[in-house]
Every structure is written in C-alpha cells, then in structure tokens.
RNA sequence: GGGCGCGUAGCUCAGUUGGUUAGAGCGCUUGCUUGACAUGCAAGAGGUCACAGAUUCGAGUUCUGUCGUGCCCA
C-alpha cells in the first residue's frame, strides 16, 4: 500500500521538474513502451507502428525535432490508450558528409589535423566517438520531451544490423542491373573532396564580371569575322573548352524573342512598359547590327570553320547549338564541357568535341592545361589567364569587362564555392523504381497528408533521374563492389566457378553461392561465360563484383578458397570500391532494416508496413520518395499507408532556426523553464495545417530573468548585455575565457508560456477536485452492483443537475472533437478544444458550481447526495480530461491520475458509454482512450445552460461598469418567460457564488428597479439594482454606446430584409432567422431606451 | 522562370461545405491579496479580414488579377 499523498500540502504551482524526474523512470521500468509482436502474430491485438525519422547526430535537437517527436509520441500515445500494440522505432542517422564535416573541422580546428593525417581508420574511429557522443545527447534529450520509443529496439543507419540491409539492397540492385557507372558533372567540394548533391549546396549572389575574349578564326574567308568574341564570368575555364557555339537559326530564335515580348509588353500594365519597350529596340539594333554575322557564323560552323583557343594552342571546331542565345552577349558561348552543366549537354548532342577535365579533385589545375597553369587553384588561374590573354591581344580589360551580381553555389558543408567538375559515379537507375513511388501514391496506396504535398512528391519523381549513390567520403556504408585493377592481374578468374544470368543491363554474373553477382565487358562488350576466360592485358576491362553480405564473400570453393580470399587475392587484382554511399541510401530502408529486414523477423511481419510517417516537408523527396520505392522494390509493399507532413517552426523574423544563424532554440532550454508539457501543449496548440510556426526567439538573462528579444544583429553575437540589470552573459558563441566565464542565457520562446500557464491551471483544478473529494464513493454502477450511498431514490443520473448534465454533455462533444481531430492529424484543434473546454468550461464554470455544493456536509440527506453526486461527476470529468491530454501532456496527466487514484480510485457514471464505475488502471499511459458518450449529449440542456452564463455575465458586466465594489452585494430581476425563470431559479446559489448578485425576482412580470443598470440579451433582460452604487454618467455612456450599435445592427438588417433579391433569393430558414433577429434587436433597443429614459 | 503556401487586432495565430454584430493567447487599460490557480479572477479598448475586379440575395470564406512575403524546384 503506497503512503497516501498529504493532498493539503501540493504545491501550489506544477512542478515541472519533480513530475519528469519520476514518470519516465517509472514507464520504462513497465515496459510500457516495448512492443511485443506475439499478439500481434496471434491476431489479438491490432498494431500500430512508426518509425522516428532519425535526426542526425551532427548535433543536438533543436525545436523543430521537437516538433516532429511530440507529434509522433501524441500519436503513439493515444493508440497506446486504444489499445493497439504500438512500436515507435527510435533511432539517428549517420549523415554521412554532414558529420564527417563537422568532425573534420572540429579536429582540423583543435588539433591542426587533417583527414589525411589520421587516415581512414583513424577519422571514422575518431566519428564514431563523436556519434556516441550526440546519439546519447538526442537519447537524452527526446526523453526529456517524453517521447515512449522502444528504446530497446533503438538503431543507427550505420549499425550493423542496418549495414545487412543495405549490402543485401545494393546486392539486389546491382543483381537487377539497376546500379551502373557513369559520368556526371557533380557539385565538387574541393574543400572536402568529395561530390555534394543539389540539395547541400546554397546559392548566394556575388559581386563578379563578366569578361569577354576573341578567338581567332582560322583560316577565315574574305568578309568572313576574324575573331569570335564570347563572354564568361568564368574566364579560367577556358583552358578547358573545347568548342565555341553559336545558334542553328538566329534569324528565327530572335523572331521567338521578340514575340514573346510583345506579348508581355501587350499584358503589361501602364508603368512596367517601358523596360519592355526598351528591349524591344535593342533587339531591332541587334538584328541589324549583328544578326548578319551570327549567320555568317552560323554557315562557317556548318562548313567545319575550326577557331584557335588561346593559350592552349588548340584547335577547336566553331558548332551550331541552341544554347547560344542570339539575344544575349555577342551571341556565341563557349563550350567547357567538364566544368558547366549547360555546356556538359551542349557535349551530349555534340560528342566529337569532347570534355577536358582541366581541375584536380583538390581544385588546382590538372597536366591537361598548359605547363604555365599547372596546380595552380582556379582563383589563381583566373587571374593567370586574364593577364595572358591580354598579352595575346585576345582581351582588352578597358572595355571587356563589365560588373555583374552572379549567383555563386556554395557547399553547405564548407562553405566554399561549388566547382561543377566530371566525375565517374555510381547510380541507381530510377525508371521503374520512381515509376512504382509514384504508382503508391496515384493510387491511393500512400496518401500525403495534406494532400497538395502530393504534388511536390509526383512531380519530382517524375524526372526520373538517376539517383547518384556514391559520396567520396570515409564516413558511411562503403560500396560493396570490388573492382578489377588492370595492373595487378596476373592470373585468370576461372577459379572463381560462375553462372550467368542475364539481366536487362549489360549482364551479371552469379557467383560462387549465387549470392555474389558481377558483370564483365572487355573491349565494350558484355562477357556471357566467364569460365573459359583469359585476361588480357592488351584488352579494355571493365569487371566488377558485389557480394550480397559478408556471408557470401566467406563462401568457399572446392579449392578451400573463400569468395573474399579469390577477390582479393593479388594474382586477381581486385579491391574494393573506396566510395561510401549516399546516407539517403540507408535512410530509404529504415522502415524495414530496424525491424531487422532481410531476416523475416516476427518484429517485421507484426509491424511493417508501419501505420503513419510524421516528417516535414523538406525531405519529401530526399527521404519519403525513396522510402516507398525501396519499400515496393524490396518488400512489395509501400512502407506506410500515411504520411503526414507537419508545419516548420520559423523564428520570429519568419526565417528557418539554424545553429548556424544562432537562432535555434534548444528544447532542453524550454523544458527547463516551462516543462516538457508545457513545451509539447504548445506545440500541439500551433501546429495548424497551412501555416509554418512563427517563433519569436529570447535570450533568457541569466542574471535577473528578463527576457531579452534575440535580433538579428545579437544572434551572432558571444556575449549580450542585458538591457535589465546590465550584466552580460553568453552565448553559443562564446569562445574566449572571458565569454566562456559568463554564465549561459538560454535561448527560449515566450510562445510557451500559453503551455506552461494551461499546465499549472489544469494542476489547480486537480489540486481542488483532489482536496474536495473526502468522503468520495463511487457512483452506481449500471448493472446495479452497489456503489454510491444515496441510490436508494434511483439511478445517479436522475439525480444529476443541470450543470452536471451540461458538463457531460459537453465533455462528450469534447471526446468526439479531440478524437477526430488526432484521427486527421488537426492537432491544433485537438489542442484548442481541451484548452477551452478545461479552461472556460470544467474550471471557469463546472468547478466554480461545484464549490457551493461541495461546502454542505456530508451526512444531511438532499444536500449531501448532491455533493456526492458533484464528487462523482468532478472526479469522472477529471478522469475523461487526463485521458484526453495525456498524449499531449504526459507528465502532468500521470501525476494527477496516481493522486486521483489514491482518493478515488473506482470512477465513471453508469451513464457513461461502455462503462460504469471501473477501477482506474495502474498508469495513464494505459488507460483506455474516453469514447464519447453520444446519450450524454443534450444540446437543450446546453442551450439553457448557455441563458445562465448569459444572465451572469450580464450582472457582472453591470457591476465591472459601475465599478461596484467585488464585496458589495447587489440585486437584480430578470425579466424573462417561465420557462426561463424555471431554470434560473435553482441557480441562485451560483449568482452569489459568482457575481455576488441576488435576483429579487424572476419572470414575465419582474419589475424592473427604480435605478437600475439594464442589459438586454434578446427576450431575456437584465436589470440590476445600483441604487447604492450608481454613476449615471459611466451609465449613460454604456448605454448610448449600446444604443448605437444596436441601432447600427437593426439598419443593417432592416436593410437586408428591405432587399426583394434577398428576401425571395436566400433560404426560407436565412431570411426567417434575419427576421428574429430584428425582432430581438428592436425589443432590446426599446429596452435600452427606457433605461435611458429613466436615468 | 515554374510550383506550393501565406497576408485577419500592436504581436503570434484560429475562422469547417458562402449565411449571428469576425474569435483566441500574449500585450495594453480598469478593478480584484474571496480558501484550486496572480503561471490567477472579472471586465474593457483594439480589426476597411493586403489591394482591385468578378460570381451571388449575401464573400474573411469562391474565381481572376495586382502588390507584398516565405519555401521548394530550375
């Protein structure tokens, strides 16, 4: 038997800290977040499954992995309570360029190493500390938000479980022919040496030139140009053309130019005319001017007219291509075709003029440029060739130069400048795989929530391109191909043994097991029989072998031999691929390698496909794409049938919070000073469906409490002066030992003070209903056992009144609200709806109510069943109301259930749907999700229930606006039906409880006083004595001012009603309602008249 | 350049299929140390729903355009 709580001595405020250090412990200790997929298997429970989008363990969380998490544990939550076996799979991803970024600054910064001082062993060791380092950090974190994964399942991308996963996917792709190896221009980093894809690198504009040169024309005929002039703003990369451009048919390119400016000079309005007006005139000059020679050049391209580069002495072909823009420049362009995208296509449809790679991998320039500009970097280059070519007469920096913003693409990793640069990759052929992503959407099998994120999702895998895997880095899945070295072969592959199976792209081979797959080309042609063959070293190889795991390469042959040993072995001559794969890679399998794919584990037939996939929106197609490709691929079956994409939280100034721009918020600085329920409330509360969450962002001084508003200028800044109390503190940036001495300020967000505030009041009305529970029993359960004391009369529900009708009534609506609203992903709703109801309705009015009947004593007949009929309606609403907030508010919700369960641990009202009065379960993690109770709603008791609050607000409005004293009592009538007064009459106790006002009389015939303060609500008026208080002027003023906008409103309807269209145009029921309303706002204004009159 | 959002009170945001006098929290003003809660209670001020057209008896809500703003893609 636990010691009973002393109730009396709560603190009076939530305490945060106290509730999160207890109620983790306590659910992990019961496994109640450890799902078991036996009954599952068995068929007695419905599962429902998720897998965490694993932050990287680059860093720490920030809010908006809170975001993500607390929506997904919300989720858990509640189908926990509903009593499905959940598996919330937790888990971080390696992040390959990111984190091996990070770590190879941090060390290049502290120790002055770089990667190839330690070496790949010594790097990827050194990335493994600092994995284990940010994965406990994470760890940490998400269960101070409270998340419930199953932390005994919890993976890494790059752990060896997930490692089976993608040796056995790459495996079956390259088995399949769907990975090969090709050229690409990439993104180069030249800082980290490695290949980065589109989406790690930013744009920035940049102050640059645009510099023009000639080329000589060789062998030009009479009248025919000299030179070609063409424009860069890379003029280094001339060293690497390889043809000049110019277009197919200027004459007809510049017709389309024009053309479509007149049109837009037709569409445009007035004032933006004239730019258009302008363009248009320099495009006649231009077709005068130089459309002639664009033709000359374009019939010399045609004849094989070859052009002298500069420098390099070289001849290159002059070529007609469409991507010479006749509008633009001097109409031609250079051609470099393995340093610029536009270009590398220009060298698609124009093979014979090659690509020259003139740049290294570290960006100085390769032997394949003129001895001059060897292994110099491309900035110094620049400057090389511009001064060359001047010497040379091709370039004349007085007039061909001009200042131009260029838009530069940076490295987010390095921050350095993108050289586009030729590399052989490896790709995944993406045809059919996107082809069957876009299949589970399109049909339904996949749905994206909300839906137009279809769109983004459809219409980037509808280009199909070609998924470049390879990353030329140390820190990932190393590419399981082995690939033949030329140079150290000395023997023959025969004894390797093999089978042939073709396959759609050239041809793979099975090996050994059948589980070692390879293709073989020699001179460009595919070898079918590899048994009976020679190498020769006079032939062109291509020859690459991926076995499916480690297993296969163990395999042995005849000979003893494993398939490794065969592999690797110096008379064969192959190694293995240096590369590592891209982190999507791994990523894309991470709804089925957690679940331990491709062991056909019970974990996976439970559980996978997963129920929901709870991300934002920016990985839609990096991630959820590729998840249901491989999911379809590999499984046959999409990895989740929903995807929900959440808002992203933005600082105050609307930009995205970054460690970076210093405007992240830590959520461990929340959780510290509002609590982890106060953090997760409000994040419910703002996640609405369209909108982005807008943050304003604080420093919290350290010193005295302020908070100070971060700007974008002290964001930046190591150390920040609070303007309060004048003593500084710092920041994350903080480096030097006199920043460092300063104790931190946190950075948080006043937007969860709502959270924090809602908490503490739901921790005051359990305070109250807890202390006000003594001599509390259960009320009658509906199969007659007994329970309560006063039965006798009948069933607990004959004696429930008006308020505790009402209160049922709308705690039912609420139930139905907040379920469908979980059921749709409107967490907003969800959140807004119990805010309001707990707030304004269970302690505003219901506990309020409950305060008079709770004070009489416990024995007297009448009185005391009413009070245990409040006891068992405030401790069932109270019960219905953690159930309700627990997913969103799990700290608090457990705390208050354990109290509850100490003084009333048998609760419910036979009325309620399913369930009479049960004992409370061990834990609100458990409890059964409320079920509405649809006989409970009464939209008449509401309705009458709605005059009551009416008429009090009315009185306390009056007494707010004489400003009569809170202590003073006062009198009022209600003039009103009999209804009405039938109803008001029982809720006497509540008008002095509430507004300390008496009403004196009630009814058709109340009288009003002789001063009096009237408020007319419709066919009821209010009328309250203020003989002792009166201030006609403050009086006057308030009704003149209600006159007004009465009279204001009556015009506006009689105007409405005044409308033939509108009378014989709306809806019988629209025009019948305007009519009441007019009716009630008359008889109101004559009220107001009077009472003016009066005064 | 293309796509997708957003523009409602000083700030951050709700506003379901068109139909009450457009709401909330914070901030502001006024009054409250009543036994759950000052992280609170009661009341008040504050809005040409970005702008211009169109549809309709009726538009914050639907359509078109413009302006501003953000994200994604090229």
Known sequence: MPTKTDLQSLPSAYDHHAAQAKWYAFWEEKQYFHADPAPVLAGKKKPYSVVIPPPNVTGALHLGHALNNTLQDILCRRKRMQGYEVLWMPGTDHAGIATQAVVERRILAEEGKSRHDLGREGLVDRIWQWKAQYEERITGQLKQLGASCDWARQRFTLDDQCARAVRE?????????????????????????????????????????????????????????????????????????TAVA???????????????????????????KAPIEKQLEALTERRKTLLPKLIQLRDMAARGVMLTLPLCDRKIPLIADEWAKPELGSGCVKITPAHDPN??????????IGAINIMERDGT??????????????PQARKAVLADLEAAGCHDPEKDVEDRLIDLAHSDRSKTPIEPYLADQWFVKMDELAQSAMDAVTDGKTKIIPERYSKTYLDWLSEKRDWPVGRQLWWGHRIPVWEFRKDAITGSVREMGSS???????????????????????????????????????????????????????????????????????????????????????SALWPFSTMGWPEQTDLLKAFYPTSTLVTSRDIITLWVARMVLMGKYLLDEVPFPEVYIHPKI????????????????????????????????????????????????????????????????????????????NEAFRTQWAEKPEDLALPRGPVTSERFELGR???????????????????????????????????????????????????????????????????????????????????????????????????????????????????????HALDVLLRLLHPMTPFLTEEVWHLLGEVAPVRGLPAAAGAGPLQAGESVCVAPWPESDAAAIDKTIEEQFAKFQAVLGAVREVRQGQQIPPKEPVEFTVKCDATTAELLRPMQPYFTQMARATAIELGPDAKTPNIAASKPLGP???????????????????????????????????????????????????????????AEAESQLAAVKAALAKL
């Open 500 to 586: 042939t199976q073709p396959t759609r792209f050239k041809r793979a081979l099975q090996l050994g097991n059948g589980r070692v797959a390879g293709y073989a080309e020699v001179d460009g042609a595919a070898v079918s029989d590899i048994n009976d063959f020679e190498f020769n070293t006079r032939q062109s190889w291509n020859f690459k072998i991926c076995p499916a795991d480690d297993e296969s390469l163990q395999h042995e042959y005849s000979d003893g031999k494993s398939v490794q040993e065969a592999l690797e072995a110096d008379h064969c001559g192959f190694s293995q691929d240096e590369e590592v794969l891209d982190t999507w890679f791994s």
């Open 246 to 272: 110019v277009h197919p048919d200027p004459a007809a390119q510049l017709d389309k130019v024009e053309a479509e400016l007149k049109e837009k000079l037709a569409a445009a309005p007035a004032k933006e």
């Open 757 to 875: 505030n809602f908490c503490n009041k739901l921790w005051n009305a359990s305070r109250f209903a807890l202390t006000n529970l003594e001599g509390y029993s259960p009320a009658a359960s509906a199969d007659g056992s007994p329970g309560r004391g006063a039965t006798d009369t009948g069933g607990a529900t004959n004696d429930l009144r008006i308020e505790d009708r009402w209160l049922l009534s709308r705690l039912s609506t609420v139930t139905a609200e907040v379920s469908s609203a979980l059921d749709e992903y409107r967490f907003a709703d969800a959140a807004r709806t119990l805010y309001d109801f707990a707030w304004n309705e269970f302690c505003s009015f219901y506990i309020e109510m409950t305060k008079t009947r709770l004070d009489s004593p416990n024995d007297g007949a009448e009185e005391g069943a009413d009070k245990q009929v409040a006891q068992a309606v405030l401790a």
């Open 343 to 352: 270009d590398y296509d220009v060298y698609g449809r124009h093979p014979e």
């Open 1020 to 1078: 009821i008026e209010v009328h309250v004595d203020v003989a002792a208080f009166i201030d006609v002027e403050a009086e006057k003023a308030r009704l003149a001012k209600e006159q007004a906008n009465l009279a204001k409103y009556i015009g506006g309807v009689k105007g409405k009603l005044a409308n033939e269209k509108f009378v014989s145009g709306a809806p019988a029921a629209v025009v019948e309602a305007e009519r009441t309303k007019l």
């Open 650 to 725: 933005l600082d105050g100034f609307g930009e995205t919070m970054s460690k970076s721009k210093g405007n992240g918020v830590d959520p461990l600085d929340v959780i510290e000073q509002f609590g982890a329920d106060a953090l997760r409330f409000g994040i419910a509360y703002l996640t609405t469906e369209t909108q982005d969450v807008r943050l304003p962002v604080e420093f919290v001084c350290p010193n005295c409490d302020t908070n100070v508003p971060q700007t974008k200028k002290n964001r930046v800044q190591p150390r920040v002066e609070c303007p309060q109390c």
């Open 169 to 241: 996917t790459f495996f079956k792709l390259f088995s399949d022919g769907k990975v090969y190896r090709g050229k690409r221009l990439v993104n180069w980093d030249t800082f980290l040496q490695t290949a980065v894809s589109d989406d790690e690198v930013f744009h920035e504009e940049t102050k640059g030139n645009f510099w023009s040169f000639h080329y000589p024309v060789i062998d030009p005929q009479p009248g025919e140009p000299t030179h070609v002039t063409i424009a860069t703003t890379r003029p280094e990369t001339m060293l690497g053309d």
């Open 365 to 378: 320039l390769t032997d394949s440029v003129p001895e001059p500009y060897r292994g110099l970097t491309m």
